[in-house]
């Protein structure tokens, strides 16, 4: 098990007008919705050609600083 031990789940999704199913990570979610909260992460929804909306993340400006006091042996941790 690594650092992001998430449980993904199949999830059906529309994209470019076909049905496919992708798996999608509730805790993953709820990370992501957790950063937002602390202004580390930027959001953007969008809207794609079929007009289904979109939403795009972003490293915040205070995520960025905050990465920048992350060690580099932690960051390998993570992409390992």
Do not use: H, T
């Amino acid at each position: 098990a690594g650092i992001f031990d998430y449980d993904y789940a199949p999830q059906s999704a529309l994209i470019e007008n076909r049905r496919v199913w992708i798996n999608i990570s509730q805790e993953g979610q709820s990370d992501i919705e957790f950063l937002r909260e602390e202004e580390l992460v930027n959001a953007l929804i969008l809207s794609s050609k079929s007009f289904k909306p979109v939403v795009l993340y972003q490293v915040s400006d205070n995520g960025s600083e905050l990465l920048s006091r992350v060690g580099r042996s932690e960051k390998e941790i993570v992409n390992s």
